[in-house]
């Protein structure tokens, strides 16, 4: 291909683009007039409040202490679930999205990857 036939055919392709007034408008102005719009819509997200069931197996300080952490955040309202009862039966029966369940031994685990202070380290 001759290089002059292609730059000839690319500033006709460009002056055609640029006389449409509707592919400008579509092309340029449309999307940042939807950028602007959703992003003005969906602005005060940030105020989403989860529901969220805990069901604590552990029943130490460190695990009511994770509990608390998240009342804290202000990101969760906290459902708790007695321990007795079977979580995957409650979720179906409660037509729950999202249940935190904290193992039996929490406490022990998380101290010892404290103690191990190695990221990397697997949580026994």
Same mark, same amino acid.
């Given at each position: 291909m001759n290089p002059r036939i292609i730059s000839a055919n690319l500033v006709v392709k460009l002056? *055609? @683009?640029s006389r449409e007034k509707t592919t400008m408008f579509f092309t340029i102005a449309f999307p940042i007039i939807l950028i602007l719009l959703f992003g003005t819509i969906f602005m005060s997200q940030d105020n989403v409040e989860f529901h969220l069931c805990v069901q604590d197996l552990d029943r130490t300080n460190s695990s009511a202490h994770l509990v608390k952490t998240l009342k804290l955040s202000g990101k969760f309202k906290i459902t708790d679930v007695d321990p007795a009862v079977n979580a995957t039966q409650y979720v179906r029966d409660n037509h729950v999205n999202l249940v935190l369940i904290i193992p039996k031994d929490y406490e022990r685990? @998380? *101290?010892?990857?404290i103690e191990s202070d190695d990221p990397t380290h697997p949580l026994p």
């Open positions: 002056l *055609n @683009f685990s @998380f *101290n010892q990857r």
